[in-house]
Structures are given as C-alpha cells and as structure tokens.
Nanobody, 121 residues
Framework: QVQLVESGGGLVQAGGSLRLSCAAS????????MGWFRQAPGKEREFVAA????????YYADSVKGRFTISRDNAKNTVSLEMNSLKPEDTAIYYC??????????????WGQGTQVTVSS
C-alpha cells in the first residue's frame, strides 16, 4: 500500500485555476492506476479523474471533461490534477486514491486525507 498526501487546495474565484498534487510513498506507485475523487457538502464522494499506470490513458467524469487534466510523474511518485475554468459546483474536498479498478471505479488501495477546494461565484 502507498501512503498519499494531497496539497494545492484553496479558495479561487469562478473561472480560475488550481493545481492539486498528490505525493505517494511506496515503491509500487508506478504500477497503480491513480485517481482523484471529490466530496461536496451533503453529497456522496464521486469520481473525478483517473490515469493508467504509465500515464498513457486518462479518464474523466463528464462534469470535468475538457476543464480538468490528470497527469503523473512516476519518477517523483506524484499525480496531479490541473483544474481550469472552475465553477462553484466544483467546491468539494478532493481526495487522491491509489489502485483503482477502472471498470467499476472502485478503490482497492489507499486514500489521501483530502484537500479543500472552494470556488466562489
């Protein structure tokens, strides 16, 4: 199992941008599908984006497609989420996750502690 630590959250105005980062410990990082999820107040946690072990394939929720970009650097054990054209409905706690089954979007690995993203209108 890897341990995950997110950073980069904050407060931004609608239309702005933020970049989230997730630092992972553990030598198996490069073998895992990695991803981001988010949970808004009063709502269930939902899938945002995922990336294959080598970065060759990416997957996005319809709500963020075209605005968010997921990437990874296996040499640095990091996965990032570039968020552009942010909307108030993107406000949530964002979580990094490891070892995701893409067919079911089920997380078999670890979760980070989360980082708050707040988008003001």
């Amino acid at each position: 199992q890897v341990q995950l630590v997110e950073s980069g959250g904050g407060l931004v105005q609608a239309g702005g941008s933020l970049r989230l980062s997730c630092a992972a410990s553990g030598r198996l990082f490069s073998t895992y599908v990695m991803g981001w999820f988010r949970q808004a107040p009063g709502k269930e946690r939902e899938f945002v984006a995922a990336i294959s072990w080598n970065g060759g394939s990416t997957y996005y929720a319809d709500s963020v497609k075209g605005r968010f970009t997921i990437s990874r650097d296996n040499a640095k054990n990091t996965v990032s989420l570039e968020m552009n054209s942010l909307k108030p409905e993107d406000t949530a706690i964002y979580y990094c996750a490891s070892d995701i089954a893409l067919a079911t979007i089920e997380v078999y690995g670890s979760w980070g502690q989360g980082t708050q993203v707040t988008v003001s209108s």
